[in-house]
């Protein structure tokens, strides 16, 4: 895909160029990010494209900063070269880099999440940034997945599929994985909200056949970054915030589901009573589920709907 100045800016600025973070200069995280984007947006420069080029007493001068964080900024826009190497290697593999600036950024982001919105994710498939509804379906790995949990998933998988849903995942083992191959075997689309190991999940897809066809995916990590709980607490809140529904099936209290139930993230959390550890979010405000085998989930999909047409109507971003 063709980048704007500032599309390229942003990249240059946050981007890590390696999986462990080793550079010569610290990317910015995304509170550096959006105060040097208020401090560009205020002063005569007033886009972030218009950092390229500048030396690091123009950068003084122009953002009030002192020299060495005009250094560090000057140095990260400075790495052309290498980034056009990275932006090169990960086309070859499958993934692409979405800034705030593009086009195909989900403008939902930026409305449930304010500053904390990612200035930039890397993605894979065609329906990673698509406006179309979807279903979260939410928990952890190392938790032993039950024949009733496995039939709640089938369930919900199937009729989301049937009501035109896409199902989202954080992509771990557990029922994650018993969605995705649900989703494959109803021929559901699959969004995958990873925490690491994006590289390896597109070579797999790769090989894959049918499923890769309808499966996409995003993560806030390098392709090669190993997967870490900061970073699912991380991706968990993209994941929330892309979903028009989540339903938790267990969680261990530490990727960040509180959050989004306090925060609103996503406007219909649910938490299943079948795993014990789910009875803290429900304390919390997540909407209780007894059995899926009784749900009326026609009834559920018009709750959903109703809550993004009531989005649309306030910021008139998207549409079905």
Not at 18 to 31: D, F, G, I, K, M
Not at 178 to 198: F, H, K, N, S
Request: proline share 3%.
């Amino acid at each position: 895909m063709g980048y704007n100045d500032d599309s390229f800016a942003i990249m240059l600025l946050t981007m890590a160029l390696s999986p462990n973070r080793e550079e010569y200069a610290r990317p910015l995280n995304t509170q550096e990010f959006r105060r040097l984007e208020q401090r560009v947006r205020g002063s005569d420069m007033g886009r972030l494209g218009k950092l390229l080029g500048v030396d690091i007493s123009g950068l003084m001068l122009k953002l009030d900063v002192d020299e060495q964080e005009a250094y560090r900024i000057f140095t990260l826009c400075n790495r052309g070269v290498q980034l056009t190497y990275a932006l090169e290697g990960f086309y070859e593999r499958g993934i692409r880099v979405v800034t705030q600036s593009d086009g195909e950024y989900p403008q939902r982001l930026t409305k449930r999440l304010g500053e904390a919105a990612p200035p930039m994710f890397y993605a894979y498939g065609e329906g990673a940034c698509s406006e179309k509804p979807k279903v979260a379906v939410v928990g952890i790995g190392g938790v032993r997945t039950t024949p009733e949990a496995r039939d709640a998933v089938e369930t919900l998988v199937r009729n989301a599929g049937r009501l035109g849903y896409a199902v989202v995942t954080g992509g771990e083992p557990g029922v994650s994985h018993v969605a995705a191959g649900m989703a494959e075997e109803y021929g559901v689309e699959l969004i995958e909200i990873l925490g690491g190991g994006m590289g390896q999940r597109t070579a797999e897809l790769a090989e894959a056949g049918e499923l890769a066809a309808r499966c996409s995916g995003i993560s806030l990590e390098h392709p090669d970054a190993l997967f870490t709980i900061s970073h699912a607490i991380t991706r968990n809140r993209v994941l929330f915030a892309l979903s028009d529904a989540a339903i938790v099936f267990n969680t261990d209290g530490k990727r960040g589901e509180s959050e989004a139930i306090v925060h609103g993230y996503c406007d219909w959390i649910y938490a299943w009573r079948g795993h014990a550890s789910t009875q803290g979010l429900i304390a919390r405000g997540a909407y209780p589920i007894d059995s899926f085998a009784t749900l009326d989930m026609d009834q559920m999909a018009r709750d959903w709907r109703s809550s993004r047409a009531e989005q649309l109507s306030m910021f008139d971003l998207f549409g079905e």
